[in-house]
């Protein structure tokens, strides 16, 4: 029978390929979308990692262990202030706290001479730098003195700079944010696009001078914190929250860690492929229709021949499993031809983005490849028993005078 089926799809190359196609895309789909997934996943945690497990976020708007704060929700919060991360370097408060950077920011438009860029700024205590890791390119980074003294100054990331100063020297010239003149002291190295912020086409001016010139605020929108040495951190961040609860008479506030951070994102990211993995499954269900129909068609054609076998003493059961296995060998060629095509795209994927830079680590899960063959052999045996059922109930004398 599996010569048999084989000669079939052979006899009828064409018409076996179209039946096979929403079988091959649905798992090419399947394939390419967990590989690319992962690839995905492996950036943003490496680009996370890289910043080492040493770093804590408090962010306001209380929250559940597990769940997102409120400002990642969107809800402004507007407890956490600058004076909260300065009591955190007190040491009679958090013994082993290194440096405390305080953020805001806001969307407004960059004018020098006739250039004009709509631009995301941030505005950041002076140990931005050292928080961030950042190098600088040309000039420095603004001191803290400016900072405190509400100097406007502007650090630039490459990016940004390209684009708006395009080959002359930066640092020096002035330009205007929100229709305030700012001096540029600084271009940053370029790092690429990062988890929290991308620091090219970052645009940093000092805290004060964001609060107050710009915004009109008191609050941070979050303070990101560095400990001395890893093995103090869930220390820290006891000793972070009990200090900031004193100062709030309650836990207004959440505290993330790299580690939150990361098992956050796997998550999310876990979610998107899987729900992602379902959307592309489902024109394995599609081409489990095609092959049911198709097979229904091949039924009729194959009348006289089923009645002419019958006649000779061929059994219904004999009847069904021919086109039972017809069936399965056209859902297993498609699904290992769409598996082969997913796995080379997916790699000439990966190899494209490796070119680039990013840490894109290439991926087949084989649990889920091994769920997705699953799938698809249990559609083409549902959609294939309908016709095989309705070859063996013919009749033989009736078959034979088909046509």
Known sequence: M??????????????????????????????LVMSAGAGAQSIIVGQIAKRGTDQIAILPGASDEKGPPASALGIVVTTLTREDGEALLDTHHVSHMKSVTAYVSGNDILTWQSEERSVTYTGA??????MEQVTMA????????????????MVLGKEIATEVFGNQDPVGQQVKLKKVRFRVVGVMDPQ???????IDSAVVIPLSVAQQDL???RHVNFLRARVTDDQYLNQTIEEVRQTLTERHQEEDFSIRNISDALAIIGTITNAMRFFLSGVAAISLFVGGVGVMNIMLIAVREKTREIGLRKSVGA????????????????????????FVAGTLVAYIVAVVVQSLGYDYVFSISLPT???AFAIALL?????????ARRAAKLHPIDALRYE
């Open 379 to 387: 559609i083409g045996f549902v959609f294939g028993f309908v016709p």
């Open 315 to 338: 059994y219904a059961s004999d009847i069904r499993a021919q086109f039972l296995i017809e069936t399965m060998v056209l859902t297993c060629v498609g699904t290992l031809i769409g």
């Open 192 to 198: 690429g696009a990062g988890p929290f912020e991308d």
């Open 369 to 371: 490849v091994g769920l």
């Open 2 to 31: 599996l010569r048999l089926a084989w000669r079939n799809l052979l006899t009828q190359k064409r018409r076996s390929f179209l039946t096979m196609l929403g079988i091959i895309i649905g798992i090419f789909s399947v394939v």
């Open 138 to 153: 040309a000039g420095d980074f603004f001191s803290e003195g400016e900072e405190k003294a509400g100097a406007h100054v």
């Open 215 to 217: 915004l009109g605020i």
């Open 125 to 130: 205590s002076a140990s931005y730098k050292e």
